[in-house]
Each structure stands twice: as structure tokens, then as C-alpha cells.
């Protein structure tokens, strides 16, 4: 009797069903053939120190001998320490840390403070923009696929359209001018508990704003009684040259979510920083938050990034390479746009299958971009630790295929 062939499985779908991955290093990949490739996602930027880190290794070796898990709602050495590291990194106001595992935990963690603090359920944020996958989060940005059918969510979600012109100059751009004006109109109407904001706006194609466009906004939500929550959580801890994107703009919001860079992928780890009078008695479990070797891990990689100065490394690179591919783009007829801050730089075409085809390209050739589903642009945001030799080859081999394939 013949038997059917045995089909593999995964545990979930895999964008790169075809690359196994089989060891890392630096802002390396190898795969099961021992190829190298050079690393231009940072797996959706999560990694700022580089992979497989001796620093970040021996870290964790010392901690796993001292203490890994213990339980939850109790104070270690490490959480304390980790706590006083990240407040130390934020103004003068920002006083609470609260612990949670994932971005969109944070975001969420957020949105409920901010609900209960003014008692209302309506959140505003910027089309397109990508805050996290669960049901909430998602809604954020007003691309859910899965909420559209139940109106009484979506009710509660507004969003504001980000203009795609931006001047160099000091006053506001008229879009942006118009922008504004939109969202005094939104808030004005009332029930808006939090306005969701990135200082890039980074998912729907690394949008940036004007110097003083988040001053305008935070006085219309003071004005408003709506809260300014930034997530920071792939922006944060030098991805846009900065420590945190909010930084750009001289303000303070009232609440900060941070993950991805906060363990560079080493722990699971994010959290919600604000100030005591807005979270109050707020109580709030996460099972595997802030475990003693989470702490440790993120409190050396936050070392590593302030003595590294990997903020200023992305924001240098990140300008020459900004500058780098649109001198070299600029007569491509595939290529729509390009923008960016620091190391988080979209690449627009005019369609998603250009953008695929570059993808899968550059793979073969051994650079590997990061590319959402279904969008029409290819991201490049390494490692914040690339080094400029790495990067202008990796550059090379992007321009190189994109020119090939539609010069």
C-alpha cells in the first residue's frame, strides 16, 4: 500500500520558506549551506547590537548561573536597575516604568491608561501607520482587515492622513498646516483618549515631519484633554539617530512604549514609561515580563548602544545612505520615492511585484531587505552596529539589482 508523502509543516507561515537559518554573527547570516548574508532588516528592526554578541552572550551566561525566572510581581535587582537605566535616558517628569513583553503589549498597556485616565474610548493616529497586531493595536492606523466588521471597534478609531511633501525649510509645509487642521478638527470633536503617533511614521513608508509639527500637536491634545503616546517601539534606542524619535522635536509626550530595541531580539521585552500622576493604581500582569535575564540582557545592550554611540553611527549612516540611493535612484522609472531618518529607509515603487523582485534578488545575491506582504517598498534598516565598509557594498548589490532589473 502506498503511503502519501509526508508534507513538512511550520509552526506559522514563513515569508522565506527556502532559507534556513543556521547561525548569526555580527550583522551576518549563514544559512544551512553556509552562505552569508549581509542582514538590511535587523528582523524588522529589532537588533541594534548585532547578533550572536559576545558582550550580550556572556551577559546572559553569568545571569542564567545567578538567577533566570523568578515570580512576576516581585522586585528584582535587575528590574530595579533596568528601571533606573531606562528613566535615566528619558526628561526630567518621566518617573514609571511599567513591564511588559512586546510592542504591542506596550501599545495596548498604553491605550488603556490613557482610556481610563480621560474616561474615553476614541483613539486618533496616522493612516496606514503599523502600532501592532493585536486587536486594539491593530485597529490603530486604520489598516485592519480583521476589525472591518465589527463597526462598534472601529467606531472608536480615527485616523489622520500624513502628507507625502516635506520642505527643508523652518515653517510648516502647507500640508502639514492642513494636517494640523485636521487633527484639531478630530479632537475637537471629542472622545479622543490618545493620539498614537512615530516620529517617522515608519510602516507606511518612513513618512517624516517638519521640526515643529509635534510641538503644534502636543498643545492641541493639552488643549483637547487627549493624551500624546509615542511609540517608540521600533523607532527607539537610536533607529532613527536618536535615542528616541521624539527627541527630533523637542517635546515630552505623556506616554513612551518602547520593545524591539530595548533586547535586540537577545529577550522578549518592552515597556511603557509616563509619569506616576497619569498611571496612578493601574495594575498590570504580563507572565513573562522582566524576568531577571530579560533585565540583565536589555540593560547591557542599552550599555552597548551608549558606548558604541550606535545613535550617532545610525545617524550618520543614515544620512549617507539616504543621500547614497536617491543620487543613485533618481532616474529609475521603477522607483516612487525614497525617505528615511537614521537607519530606517523605505524604498517605494510603483507596484508590489517590483518590490518583490528586488527582494528576491538581492536574497540570491546575499542582501537581505525587509519587505512587508503586500506593500510596494523595500525597507533598509540593519543593525545600528553596521559598519560604513558593510553597508556601501550591501548598497552596491541593492542599486546594482534595481538598476539591472529597471534601469
Known sequence: MKTKP????????????????????????????????????????????????HRMKEVMRRQAEKNIFSPQLQETSESILLAKKILGLFPAGFDSVLRATTG???????????????????????????????????????????TKEFTPILARFATIKHPSSLNKGRALPADFKKTLKSIEKELKRGGCAGFVAEGVVTSAGCFNFPDGFFKEVLKMCRRYGT????????????????????????????????????GSGYAPISAVVSRKELIGNFVYMSTFAWSPLACAVALENINIIEEEKLAKN??????????????SLSKNKAVK????????????????????????DCL??????????????????PPLNIRKNILNKALGTVIGSINENFG
Open 314 to 327: 545610525s545617524c550618520d549612516l543614515g544620512r549617507l545612505t539616504l543621500g547614497f540611493l536617491k543620487k
Open 227 to 262: 493624551l500624546l503616546i509615542f511609540d517608540e517601539v521600533l523607532t527607539g534606542f537610536g533607529r532613527t539617530g536618536k535615542m528616541f524619535s521624539f527627541e527630533h522635536f523637542s517635546i515630552c509626550p505623556d506616554m513612551v512604549c518602547l520593545a524591539k530595541g530595548l
Open 364 to 381: 540570491k545575491k546575499g542582501v537581505l531587505l525587509f519587505k512587508n506582504y503586500s506593500d510596494n517598498m523595500l525597507f533598509v534598516q
Open 6 to 53: 509526508k508534507k513538512e509543516s511550520y509552526l506559522y507561515p514563513c515569508n522565506l520558506p527556502g532559507l534556513k537559518i543556521v547561525r548569526t554573527d555580527d550583522v551576518y547570516l549563514y544559512d544551512e549551506n553556509n552562505k552569508k548574508y549581509v542582514d538590511l532588516s535587523a528582523s524588522a528592526g529589532v537588533v541594534a547590537v548585532g547578533y550572536n554578541s
Open 104 to 146: 504591542s503589549e506596550a501599545v495596548e498597556i498604553a491605550m488603556k491608561i490613557a482610556a481610563r485616565q480621560t474616561g474615553r474610548s476614541k483613539f486618533l493616529s496616522f493612516k496606514g501607520a503599523y502600532h501592532g497586531h493585536t486587536f486594539a493595536a491593530m485597529s490603530l492606523g486604520g489598516e485592519n482587515r480583521l
Open 337 to 360: 520615492e525614497i525617505r528615511g531618518k537614521g537607519l530606517i529607509i523605505a524604498i517605494e515603487f510603483f507596484n508590489n511585484n517590483d518590490a518583490r523582485k528586488i527582494f528576491n
